[in-house]
C-alpha cells in the first residue's frame, strides 16, 4: 500500500504512544508517558515500534482510498501482510503467536489513526504563498 510520509509519521507515532502508555486502550496515560520522555528515548521508542509497523504497512494490499476517508483493510489482510513480513524467529509456537498478536495489534491501533485523505485536487492555497 502507498501512504504518505505524514501518514506514516501518524501511524508510527500513534503506535508509539500505545506502548509508552503500556496498555491498549490507555491513550492518555500513552500520551502522558509519551510528553514526559526525552527526545532521545521518543527516537529509540519510535525506532523499534517502526521496525515492526512500518514493513508491515507497506506489505498492505493496494486498495483505492477516496478522498475524505482512511484506508481500510479486513482483518484477514492485516493478518496476511504481519505473518508475511514475521519471518522465521527460531521461537517456539506459543511465542511466535504472541509476537504475531502484539505486531497485529500496533498495526491496527496505527491504521486507526491514519488521518483522511485529503483531495489533491482541491487543496487551496493562499495567495500569499
Known amino acids: 500500500m502507498r501512504f504518505t510520509e505524514h501518514e506514516l509519521t501518524v501511524a508510527v507515532t500513534a503506535a508509539a504512544k500505545i506502548v509508552a502508555g503500556g496498555k491498549v486502550g490507555r491513550r492518555a496515560k500513552g500520551e502522558a508517558a509519551w510528553e514526559s520522555m526525552s527526545k532521545i528515548d521518543r527516537y529509540h521508542l519510535l525506532d523499534a515500534v517502526g521496525s515492526q509497523v512500518l514493513p508491515v504497512l507497506l506489505a498492505l494490499p493496494d486498495v483505492e482510498v477516496p478522498a475524505g476517508t482512511r484506508p481500510t483493510f479486513t482483518d484477514a489482510q492485516i493478518a496476511a ?14 511465542r511466535q503467536k504472541v509476537a504475531v498478536a502484539a505486531r497485529l495489534t500496533l498495526v491496527r491501533t496505527a ?19
Open 81 to 94: 501482510a504481519v505473518e508475511q513480513t514475521f519471518g522465521e524467529s527460531g521461537v517456539g509456537r506459543l
Open 111 to 129: 491504521l486507526a489513526q491514519l488521518p483522511v485523505r485529503q483531495d489533491p485536487d482541491a487543496l487551496i492555497v493562499p495567495d500569499h504563498l
